[in-house]
């Protein structure tokens, strides 16, 4: 059974930082790319096993996806937070199922963009 947990969510005025936490069992991040996901189905930052990082260009300049392969936890450093950055934000595998078919996702970590 693979679980994802995150965390690190909450209420922030616009140009202000977050870091978001995803922790998993069942699966282990050093062996699969991984990602954040918005909006469910957004996926805007991917870091691979090997490491590299990718941006959707909503995103790009402003956050920053890493890992700990020994920690089993993938963490996103949110800056320059905008209003429309608001969402439930999401780790998951990319793409986001196993290589069965099966798909798991945690229960998210609301972020919220104040004015």
């Known amino acids: 059974q693979v679980q994802l947990v995150e965390s690190g969510g909450g209420l922030v005025q616009a140009g202000g930082s977050l870091r978001l936490s995803c922790s998993a069992s069942g699966i282990m991040f050093g062996e699969n790319d991984m990602g954040w996901y918005r909006r469910a189905s957004e996926l805007f930052a991917v870091i691979t096993k090997n490491?590299?990082?990718n941006y959707g260009r909503s995103v790009k300049g402003r956050f920053t996806i890493s890992k700990d392969n020994a920690k089993n936890t993938v963490d996103l450093q949110m800056s320059r937070l905008k209003l429309e950055d608001t969402d439930v934000y999401y780790c998951?595998?990319?793409?986001?199922?196993?290589?069965?078919?099966?798909?798991?996702w945690g229960q998210g970590t609301q972020v919220t963009v104040s004015s």
């Open positions: 490491g590299t990082a």
């Open positions: 998951n595998t990319v793409p986001p199922f196993l290589s069965d078919g099966r798909s798991f």
